[in-house]
């Protein structure tokens, strides 16, 4: 007869844990389904928001800037240091602490009187989700087995395409029906079953050895992230970055970040472990995630405006329109580990870069009378891209790292995302933005009495050319058309500058992403540090 350790699987998850994994995953998709898709509804709630009392709050268009980035510059400073808390609390506590607060910070925001009431509640939101997105990456690598992860994190990756496709459908109905509030009460619902759920389904599982606390290393850490993100919105905000309120901000983060760096290789209990960054699996794929998001975000930018604006589409319409990015993204994620295994996550991350590259320079093709067959072609295209990127790239940074620094892994890559998503947003913004007022400006001379500042505020974006047009009667009719031919040359040069990011990344990858047979010799620099460690305690 056998013996029982013979045929039995020796696992580092507990056996009840395992056999729930899937149930654990779903649940875990909810919070991040939530997260994702708030972002995504708000965009096409800026119009109404905009509108005068009782329809919305009046906010101007900084204000309508705010509302976004208060979020965003929350997120992103402390999202590090909530994958910490995650590792050394737990990972089940810190998640349900996020889904609660991003509740909260929901209801204040439906309910807001007034723009800034709106921003500093949406800063609540931020706060929460940040302490959501890192704990759902690092339950999932402490609930399955490692040669489960990559189908694991290919569906999570998958969700975030569902998510953000589904939020614009979501807001074009809710919009259609409710006041602009309901955008925001929607997500309640879905925390509540959320928090039930992660109750009697999601274990707790924390780092056994989380060392010393490294206060000084935490507080560098939020400062750092904080300036530098603040910097990149503020430059995006002013379309020039060389105001020394941008260079001063994005100055000081960069130091205080190298501080950290120095900090954390001279301290004998550091927040997170630098030597990672010598990891090539760890670097690069943290890098890729960083350029494509760049890339992406800017392009996701200017689409909104030229499917509205220049198109005529409804928000509703809009949303339907990314559909094939999201179906496409849906269906390759959770299979883009069948070709890794095949090819190597080297030449899968790579050719999904060049296929990244490709679809943003297909928006060259993109005018006014384009047929929207070409659209819904670069944009499935463009999600069967980012599902060959996203989870290999995610699964090389998760895998680096021991098990039990979950937290921290899952921390940096949701890090790196989002500085590189706002830079995208900030500097592509800034150059669609500068681009279109340069090609705008003659006309709005043109207009007869027209005075200096209402010219300059128009020249802004092309929704703010057309609102003057709106405003001016048939005398505004002759700046549609050189507002619609402005924004398309704008959005080509913009184009231009992501396609070159997009190919950086390829390049980064190709030449330090490592290949499938240094992956599978275990190579030096491709074991991930701390492996040699237990990893029992997966799931405490």
């Known amino acids: 007869m056998a013996n029982p350790s013979e045929t039995t699987p020796v696992r580092g998850v507990p056996e009840a844990v395992h056999r729930r994994r899937w149930a654990i995953l779903t649940v875990l998709l909810f919070s991040l389904l939530v997260v994702v898709l708030d972002n995504s509804i708000l965009n096409v709630a800026m119009k109404t928001i905009a509108s005068p009392a009782p329809t919305g709050l009046g906010a101007t268009q900084s204000e309508l800037e705010w509302a976004i980035n208060a ?50 509640f949406r800063a609540v939101m931020g706060f929460g989700g940040a302490f959501v997105m890192p704990s759902t990456l690092a339950i999932i690598m402490n609930v399955f087995e490692r040669d489960e992860q990559p189908k694991a994190i290919g569906i999570w990756a998958g969700a975030v395409g569902l998510a953000i496709a589904i939020g614009p459908i979501t807001g074009g109905i809710l919009l259609a029906h ?76 960069l130091l205080t970040l190298v501080l950290f760096v120095l900090h954390e290789r ?36 200017f689409i909104v405006f030229y499917t509205q604006s220049v198109r005529g589409y409804t928000p509703l319409q809009s949303g339907m329109l990314l559909l094939p990015l999201a179906a496409a993204q849906m269906f390759f994620a959770p299979r883009a580990r069948l070709m890794v295994e095949k090819f190597g996550a080297k030449a899968v991350c790579a050719v999904g870069m060049l296929l990244v590259a490709a679809t943003t320079a297909g928006f060259l093709l993109l005018e006014k009378n384009t047929p929207i067959w070409v659209l819904e072609i670069l944009f499935f295209t463009q999600g069967t891209a980012m599902a060959h990127i ?146 029992a305690g997966a799931g405490r």
């Open 71 to 120: 979020y965003t510059l929350v997120f992103a400073g402390i999202l590090f240091t909530a994958g910490l808390l995650g590792d050394r609390l737990g990972r089940k506590k810190v998640l349900l602490f996020g889904m609660v607060v991003f509740g909260i910070g929901s209801v204040l925001s439906a309910v807001a009187g007034s723009p800034g009431q709106l921003i500093a």
């Open 266 to 301: 001279r301290s004998e209990h550091p927040a997170i472990d630098v030597r990672y960054f010598r990891n090539p699996a760890f670097s690069a794929a943290v890098s890729s995630i960083s350029l494509v998001f760049f890339a992406l975000m800017g392009t996701t930018f």
């Open 390 to 535: 996203m989870p290999p790239a995610t699964v090389s940074i998760m895998q680096s790292l021991p098990r039990e620094k979950a937290g921290s892994g899952s921390a940096v890559n949701n890090t790196f995302r989002q500085i590189g998503g706002a830079l995208g947003v900030a500097v592509l913004g800034s150059l669609l933005s500068t681009t279109y007022r340069d090609g705008i400006s003659d006309k709005l001379a043109a207009v007869p009495g027209l005075p200096e500042s209402a010219r300059h505020a128009a020249g802004e974006s092309i929704e703010a050319t057309l609102g003057l047009a709106e405003k001016l009667g048939p005398a505004g009719k002759a700046l549609v058309g050189p507002a619609d031919d402005a924004f398309i040359h704008a959005m080509h040069v913009t184009v231009i500058g992501s396609t070159a990011v997009a190919l950086l990344g390829a390049l980064v990858v190709a030449l330090f992403l490592p290949g499938k047979r240094a992956a599978e010799a275990g190579a030096p620099g491709v074991e991930r540090p701390g492996a040699e460690k237990t990893e």
């Open 178 to 253: 409710f006041w602009w509030g309901s955008v925001f009460l929607v997500n309640v619902p879905i925390v509540i079953a959320g928090l039930i759920a992660m109750v009697v389904l999601v274990p707790e599982s924390r780092d056994p050895k989380p060392g010393r606390l490294d206060p000084l290393g935490v507080l560098l850490s939020v400062v750092g992230l904080v300036l530098l993100v603040y910097g990149i919105i503020k430059g995006g905000q002013l379309a020039d970055f060389t105001d020394p309120e941008v260079y001063g901000t994005v100055g000081g983060g």
